[in-house]
């Protein structure tokens, strides 16, 4: 792994990811009902678990998107799997809810408004520059935080913070 390009961290354990996705439903039980979820892969997948169990969503479509390739850096946003004709067929996506982990430049959400312009678009977290082009989010972090999430997370040793004190 490289060295980190953003310098600060915010580190995400399961309990908080977990309350954070449930604060994200409390939220949208107040734009639904919805009679379908587009989960943004892979980081969506965990979201839209929690979500669509809190507000009752059954019929659950992915979208899959990479656009990180290396540690850190946004590449070729390469769209690997489409919306299903089944889904896009519940109109121009006015009943239909946008799933993702966060939203940082905007790119990736900003694909998936050209497929489905009406739908609704949540993520948990949101960085100011992508900020806009979500309907919904739980909590915001400066442009210059990496989120790091439990799913990418290991126990690990912790140096002190002082410099000259010992572990
Ligand atoms: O707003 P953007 O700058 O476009 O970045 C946000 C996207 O980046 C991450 O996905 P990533 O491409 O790393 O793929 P993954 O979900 O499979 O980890 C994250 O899950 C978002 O989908
Ligand atoms: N894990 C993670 N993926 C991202 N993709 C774009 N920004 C981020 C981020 O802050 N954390
Ligand atoms: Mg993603």
Redo the contacts with the bound molecule.
């Keep these: 792994m490289s060295e980190p390009l953003s310098p600060k961290a915010f580190p995400v354990s399961w309990d908080q990811f977990h309350r954070d996705a449930r604060a994200l439903a409390w939220r949208l039980s107040a734009n639904g009902p919805f009679d379908a979820m587009v989960c ?5 997948l965990v979201p839209a678990a929690i979500v669509s169990r809190e507000l009752g969503i059954r019929l659950i479509e992915t979208v899959c ?4 390739h290396d540690y850190q850096t ?1 590449g070729g946003l390469q769209v690997i799997k489409t919306i299903a004709d089944s889904v896009r067929a519940l109109g121009d996506g006015r009943k239909v809810l946008v799933v ?10 900003q694909v998936v408004r050209d497929m489905l312009p009406a739908a609704h678009y949540a993520t948990v977290y949101a960085k100011p520059l ?1 900020r806009p082009l979500v309907d919904t989010f739980v909590t915001e972090v400066s442009q210059d935080t990496w989120i790091y999430f439990p799913w990418d997370l290991g126990y690990s040793f912790q140096p002190p913070i002082a410099k000259d004190a010992k572990g």
Excluded: N
Excluded at 40 to 44: A, E
């Design positions: 943004i892969t892979r980081g969506g998107i990479a656009s990180y946004q993702d982990d966060l939203v940082d430049t905007g790119k990736t959400v992508g």
